[in-house]
């Protein structure tokens, strides 16, 4: 059988399969279920075109990894067979831990555990199955192996996920202000005492990346209208497993029957395959078709929620700098629930508060070094023509209220509408 197959990407043109293992993981079914588990979660809701896979941005963020390391082998590193392909294995694995919907849900089916740590252990079973450089693709995947710049491409504040991601979510929401030069940044990149360096003519180039990725998370991925769809699918998820926990039946396909039923923790998952092989068969699909039927469920809060995201009668987001004051969260509650007939403890379902941040650069942990050509290395952060990118790395922090929109506030002291 003809292994070599190519790939026709909207973004990069042809992807060409390198080698048979990685076509054999490809067409494994863990793989094959991130066709089914969008990328932007559900920012369709705002930008329509949004609608690219975890499946598409794998195999993007493979051939930019291809590319790079061909780079760095043209500048003298030495990178062997084994290395390359291993690397190649672990970037387009590292998003295989993603659970339905990506970020949105992420920590509610399973609360506590993150997809990197479902990608670690899906990719640890992976490699009882093939054999081949899998294990050297895991130690590259979990920073075990001892050339630490691999792991650094696969997983630092300027890897290949953000370069391939980046330019994808531009590409398929149509926003212009996130692109970026990821060829030339590619280009720029050596290795310097085992760590990933950029050199000083990429600097700018640099500047220009972490400019995009604050104004994507802004502008797409901490969209008000996004935050309001994902914290609606937060609540449903959480109304759905309260029932379920008190013994309601609430129709579900068995996958997702199964984490609705019962707490889940990382022991259960490294001990019972079981467990496992009921989170690799969740993707988007399990959940639209829960809602889809929720909507004619007995209990009104599920039936509601579920109705409204199905509709997209998002919830009015109000985002301010400063959290609002408790007294009149308590008044815009009574309200709510006065308006919608439900219960004091059904209240938190529809009315929803926390906070989100964004932060572009985060100079306290790993650094983007450059290296000058006298060899100098220094933190980006520190270059004194760039004073735009101290201001990144700070973190910026804003609170959000969330309520049903079509919940009329008319009164004086509710200043909300």
């Known amino acids: 059988m003809n292994k070599r197959k190519v790939f026709n990407d909207p973004v990069y043109g ?20 991130l066709r089914r588990i969008k990328q932007m979660g559900l920012a ?16 993007g963020a493979m051939y930019l990894m291809q590319n790079t390391l061909s780079s760095l082998r043209n500048k003298g590193q030495e990178i062997s067979d084994d290395e390359f392909e291993a690397t190649l294995i672990a970037i387009l ?9 990506s970020h949105a849900l992420e920590y509610e089916l399973i609360p506590g555990i993150g997809h990197e740590q479902m990608s670690e252990l899906i990719i640890g079973r992976l490699c009882k199955h093939f054999g081949g450089n899998m294990d050297l693709a895991y130690r590259i995947f979990s920073g075990k192996y001892e050339r630490r710049f691999f792991h650094q491409l696969v997983s630092s504040q300027l890897d290949i996920d953000r ?50 990725r604050r104004l994507m998370y802004w502008q797409v991925y901490l969209h008000k209208a996004s935050v309001s769809a994902e914290k609606m699918m937060v609540s449903t998820i959480r109304r759905s497993k309260d029932l379920a926990s008190q013994g309601v039946e609430v129709p579900a ?10 707490q889940v923790n990382l022991q259960d998952l490294e001990k019972d395959e079981t467990y496992l092989q009921h989170y690799v068969a969740l993707d988007d699909i399990d959940i639209w078709g829960a ?28 985002l301010s700098n400063e959290q609002e004051d408790e007294e009149k969260i308590k008044l815009l509650g009574a ?19 926390g906070s989100i941040s964004n932060a572009a650069y985060v100079s306290s942990g790993q650094k983007i070094n450059i290296i000058t050509k006298q060899g100098k290395i220094f ?12 201001a990144m790395s700070k973190i910026v922090k804003k609170y959000y209220l969330c309520w049903p929109k079509d919940v009329n506030l008319r009164h004086d002291s509710i200043p909300y509408s």
């Open 14 to 33: 042809f992807i060409n399969i390198p080698t048979d293992l990685i076509f054999d993981i490809i067409e494994h079914p863990y793989f094959q279920r």
């Open 44 to 59: 369709d809701f705002v930008y329509p075109g949004a609608l690219h896979t975890r499946f598409h941005h794998a195999l």
């Open 93 to 101: 694995l590292h998003d295989i831990g993603h659970g339905p919907f």
């Open 163 to 212: 370069l391939d991601y980046l330019k994808r979510d531009c590409f398929y929401t149509g926003v212009s202000e996130g692109e970026i030069g990821a060829d030339r940044i590619i280009k720029m990149l050596d290795v310097y005492d085992d760590e990933v360096v950029v050199e000083e003519k990429g600097i700018y180039s640099i500047e220009n990346f972490l400019n995009a």
């Open 253 to 262: 396909s068995p996958c997702l029957s199964f984490f609705l039923k019962q």
């Open 291 to 318: 809602i889809k039927q929720w909507v004619h469920h007995p209990d009104k809060v599920l039936s509601e929620l579920s109705s409204r995201i199905l509709q997209r009668k998002l919830f009015r987001i109000k």
């Open 335 to 353: 309200h709510i629930q006065e308006a919608l007939k439900i219960e004091e403890h059904e209240l938190k379902y529809f009315l929803v508060h």
């Open 379 to 390: 933190d980006i952060a520190q270059a004194s023509d760039l004073p735009n990118i101290k």
